[in-house]
């Protein structure tokens, strides 16, 4: 859309267009899209046929058998979805290159991943995060208020986030109706989310992977040529000033539409900068752990690794990848501001309003319109895709990852003796009822556009994380915590967290130029500080009330936390006492007698979601512990280890660097 599209001549707005111009409908664009479809679909299926479905296992942990390449490049996809491509390029856009700081932290938290979390989720044989804190701590209260949460977090903060921008790309480049374009993106995820485990999500993610990093790789280089190289693109984004400032009795402040001076540091002033360094650092941190150390899409992809020496080469991959959103992303939406800065940078909420459908600005538009604007034919294609996959990448995640913890830690409970089967069944139904709330949330969405997409993100996940990222690092690394010190860390920390989110979004954190009437307490205390605050305030709870209770012997820990990590002895688990199923229940799932030729519909059903009507063959105790080793073997060739630790050391380096140089 051009700017006349959106205000006349003479700077008065005009009505809005009455059509959006189509700007992807010839046939080479349209080839790559369907392409791309036909790879992804093809790449599931060959992951449906070659791994086991047929078990939990199979379908959630991909039988333990994935290898470090897939990993890394499934964790990156996963944390990268189109939310990071268009609220990355819009903060960038708006406020520089401070944005990109949030995915340089990740570097230091994908290693402390890999070396000090992962060792104990594996030792501890858990498929979900809320089932380590059941082991850790025993009893179901915590189990089940991790699994709510982390499930209404996926729901505010993933898949809002991913509809929202997804969204928002859809419009500018193709100008469907969003409910038909979201129906159809939902349908195909689901198609072999439903259909393939987590296996099919692996592999489709690393097929995703590829197609992100190219295609952004040559977008990129478009921005660039068109600016004329980095020296004068940072001279130019200094001096996007849109043209018009004014409309009737409004003039926009001056601060509301001038670049940032400090907008191409990463470390900015401590009380006054929009992200403050202690914040970037020691906040950001904390919610870097929470996510990445914590979070069941994360951890999910590390615990599908055969070896420990993978886990670590997948995270070490994803480390490195993880420096390229700062120029994939982050540069071309502060290019975009430069190519189009009345759109971009709009100062007026009249005219904003008349670009983007918001008053308060258009910065989220960053990286679409430098999509359909600069690439060509067949090209612009390829970068749709790259946005579809991003979406559909970080969606089978979210499905995946949430329909375990609804399969084991909720349904599960209710339904004690379900068979194999009937827990296969109940993951798959209730993706299909996550995909009906996404749909369901589009129109609030549509509304919640006020604000930057990646500071909304950041801000609920500072308010609902750090409690869960206290307990977890007391429960691993302080074998004293017990369960009514993390119980009550849990549920005091989240009041607190929820008091200051829904206290913010009442008042409204207004805008630049009509800032909101929030009080200071409230709003006036930085996101990432708060964080912080609320993290120590977790903390001193889970500890000062595991100190005034009974602890946990000993042998209830065994492999459950760092100290006791290689104990050999036998743990008791804390739940043991509880009602297992017996063998005379398994016996009776079993019908006695021959069993009739299933008919052809049944077959292709039994394949199409990896089941079969033959019982299960029974094990002897031995194969079974041999089956469980494996499950929770952490050992590493001598060789490997030290490979992947001189690995973690060079990107730790490379992560100091980093910060260093752009400081």
């Keep these: 859309m051009s700017t006349t599209d959106a205000w006349g001549s003479d700077g008065v707005p005009t009505t809005a267009p009455p059509g959006r111009k189509i700007l992807i409908n010839n046939p080479a664009d349209i080839s790559v899209i369907v392409?791309?479809?036909?790879?992804?679909?093809?790449?599931?299926?060959?992951?449906?046929?070659?791994?086991?479905?047929?078990?939990?296992?199979?379908?959630?942990?991909?039988?333990?058998?994935?290898v470090w390449w897939p990993i890394g490049a499934s964790l990156f996809a996963s944390n990268i979805g189109s939310g990071?491509?268009?609220?990355?390029?819009?903060?960038?856009?708006?406020?520089?290159?401070?944005?990109?700081?949030?995915?340089?932290?990740?570097?230091?938290?994908?290693?402390?991943?890999?070396?000090?979390?992962?060792?104990?989720?594996?030792?501890?044989?858990?498929?979900?995060?809320?089932?380590?804190?059941?082991?850790?701590?025993?009893?179901?209260?915590?189990?089940?208020?991790?699994?709510?949460?982390?499930?209404?977090?996926?729901?505010?903060?993933?898949?809002?986030?991913?509809?929202?921008?997804?969204?928002?790309?859809i419009r500018e480049a193709l100008g469907l109706n969003i409910y038909i374009?979201?129906?159809?993106?939902?349908?195909?995820?689901?198609?072999?989310?439903?259909?393939?485990?987590?296996?099919?999500?692996?592999?489709?993610?690393?097929?995703?992977?590829?197609?992100?990093?190219?295609?952004?790789?040559?977008?990129m280089g478009f921005a660039f040529n068109e600016v004329g190289g980095y020296e004068n693109f940072k001279e130019k984004y200094m001096n996007a000033i849109p043209s018009i400032i004014s409309f009737g009795n409004f003039t926009a402040k001056e601060a509301c539409y001038t670049p940032r001076q400090d907008a191409f540091h990463i470390f900015r002033d401590p009380i006054t900068g929009d992200l403050p360094w202690p914040g970037l650092i020691f906040g950001l941190t904390v919610l870097a752990t929470w996510y990445w150390c914590t979070d069941q899409v994360i951890v999910q992809r590390c615990l599908s690794a055969k070896s420990m020496s993978h886990v670590k080469a997948g995270c070490i991959l994803c480390g490195y990848l993880k420096l390229l959103p700062m120029f994939l992303m982050v540069f071309p939406g502060m290019v975009s501001r430069i190519l189009y800065t009345d759109e971009i940078a709009c100062a007026v909420p009249e005219l904003c309003s008349k670009i983007c459908d918001t008053p308060v600005g258009c910065t989220n538009v960053a990286y679409p319109k430098l999509v359909v604007n600069l690439m060509p034919n067949g090209l612009r294609g390829l970068m749709l895709s790259v946005m579809l996959a991003s979406l559909m990448s970080s969606l089978t995640s979210i499905f995946n990852s949430a329909s375990t913890l609804f399969t084991m830690d909720i349904y599960a409970k209710v339904r004690t003796h379900a068979t194999e089967r009937?827990?296969?069944?109940?993951?798959?139904?209730?993706?299909?009822?996550?995909?009906?709330?996404?749909?369901?949330?589009i129109p609030i969405i549509q509304t919640a556009q006020s604000g930057q997409l990646f500071d909304y993100i950041q801000s609920i996940t500072s308010y609902l994380g750090p409690p869960i990222a206290a307990v977890f690092i007391l429960a691993v690394f302080y074998k004293r915590v017990n369960e009514q010190g993390a119980f009550w860390g849990l549920v005091i920390g989240l009041a607190i967290g929820l008091s200051r989110m829904i206290a913010e979004f009442a008042f409204g954190t207004g805008t630049c130029s009509e800032p909101g009437n929030c009080p200071y307490i409230i709003c006036g205390i930085h996101y990432l500080y708060f964080a912080l605050i609320l993290f120590g305030i977790s903390l001193i709870l889970v500890l000062t009330v595991s100190w005034m209770t009974k602890p946990i012997d000993d042998v209830h820990l065994y492999r459950l936390c760092w100290s006791l990590r290689n104990s050999k002895e036998e743990r008791i688990d804390l739940d043991a006492d509880e009602k297992q199923p017996s063998k005379e229940d398994e016996i009776m799932d079993v019908e006695e007698g021959p069993k009739p030729d299933p008919s052809c519909w049944r077959k292709a059903y039994n394949w199409f979601c990896?089941?079969?009507?033959?019982?299960?063959?029974?094990?002897?105790?031995?194969?079974?512990?041999?089956?469980?080793?494996?499950?929770?073997?952490?050992?590493?060739?001598?060789?490997?280890?030290?490979?992947?630790?001189?690995?973690?050391i060079i990107l730790l380096s490379v992560a100091v660097f980093f910060h260093g140089f752009f400081a």
Aim: hydrophobic share 55%.
């Design 84 to 169: 990071h491509f268009v609220g990355l390029a819009g903060t960038g856009a708006a406020a520089g290159i401070a944005t990109g700081g949030f995915e340089w932290n990740a570097l230091v938290a994908v290693i402390i991943l890999g070396w000090l979390f992962v060792p104990i989720y594996i030792k501890a044989g858990v498929v979900t995060m809320p089932e380590y804190l059941k082991k850790r701590f025993g009893g179901q209260r915590i189990q089940i208020y991790l699994s709510l949460l982390s499930l209404i977090l996926y729901i505010f903060t993933k898949i809002s986030a991913d509809m929202f921008s997804g969204a928002i790309f």
């Design 610 to 648: 990896g089941f079969d009507d033959n019982p299960a063959p029974q094990l002897s105790e031995e194969e079974l512990q041999a089956i469980q080793n494996k499950l929770t073997d952490t050992s590493e060739v001598p060789l490997w280890r030290t490979i992947v630790n001189i690995n973690a």
């Design 35 to 66: 392409i791309y479809f036909v790879v992804v679909l093809a790449v599931g299926i060959w992951a449906m046929v070659r791994t086991s479905r047929g078990t939990v296992g199979g379908f959630f942990l991909a039988g333990r058998s994935m």
């Design 422 to 441: 009937e827990l296969m069944i109940a993951g798959r139904v209730f993706i299909l009822f996550l995909i009906g709330i996404s749909i369901a949330w």
């Design 181 to 219: 374009a979201v129906v159809a993106l939902l349908a195909i995820t689901a198609l072999y989310t439903v259909t393939g485990g987590l296996a099919a999500v692996i592999y489709t993610d690393t097929l995703q992977t590829i197609i992100m990093v190219v295609g952004s790789f040559i977008l």
